[in-house]
């Protein structure tokens, strides 16, 4: 499992109070210990609006966690290439845009989002909730790749959300205590337009959510989606940061070829039609009804 979507709350470092809200510490010792029933080989650590633009943290995060973890960054504009070169070094892969709790002035989000992929192929994670998306479309429509939080929240714009996925977009499968909306059907509907699309994540702890996560989650996602599971738990968020594919090794019991019989008879010959000498005056008639056909459409 490849865990894209987590709050790393460390209190050896700063909180910043937003709208009046500081959280509880949430560290990797409890993010292991909550996640223990699962095999979590990686995952996203994400700043939030209470931890500013510090990336002390997400450094400090990233190398303890170890190897398979990167992490996405909240940045002043006036941050240099040559800084956000170095942060992908240290494991950085996206910017994240947080218009759900905090205004930004959108020319300048869109040009820094601009330059950080130029720089160094990042990608923006939008924080909003579906009923601005559409209003931001000619923001969005600047941005070279784009991934939207929590399924988008809500049902509002739900069309348009399909649309951005269609166009290449991805989408977190996260956050199940925030979203107002039928989430099974909104995570079918997104997985049959683009199968590379959903990425899961815990959004542990859940700070402000009307829920935190819950293992059933994970249930919910599988009863949604039937067997294509591997995609939307690892492959999918693995492609989209940049990490090698995992190596799941080759079938312990890989299906084997019928054998061979050795026929002792000769194999049976094909007779001609004018050979058998039927004669057709003898046959009952029977009407021909041609068979209906149908064309399935995916």
Known sequence: MF???VHIIDPRFPLIEN????????TIADYRER????????????????????????????????????????????TTDEDIAELDRAGVRALRFNLKRAAGDIAELTMQAVRAYEV???????????SMLASLEPVITKLPALTVDHLGMSDDCLPYLLDLVDRGARVKASGF???????????RRIHAINPEALMFGSDLPGTRAGRPFRDEDVRLIADALGTDLYRVFEDNARACYRL????????????QPLPQIERKDPPTLRLNTADLQLDTDELPATPWKPRSIHKWHR
């Open 3 to 5: 865990d894209a979507h």
């Open 19 to 26: 709208e009046g809200f500081i959280p509880a510490a949430f």
């Open 35 to 78: 996640m223990r029933a699962f095999e979590v080989q990686g995952g996203a650590v994400v700043s939030a609006s209470f931890q500013g633009y510090d990336t002390e943290f997400l450094r400090t995060a990233i190398a303890e966690l170890g190897p398979g973890w990167v992490g996405v960054v909240n940045l002043p504009h006036d």
């Open 120 to 130: 160094a192929g990042w990608h923006v994670e939008l924080y909003i909730d579906g």
């Open 177 to 187: 205590g925030r979203v107002s909306m039928n989430i099974p059907a909104t995570l």
């Open 244 to 255: 090698p594919a995992r190596d799941r090794g080759a079938d312990p019991a890989p299906t």
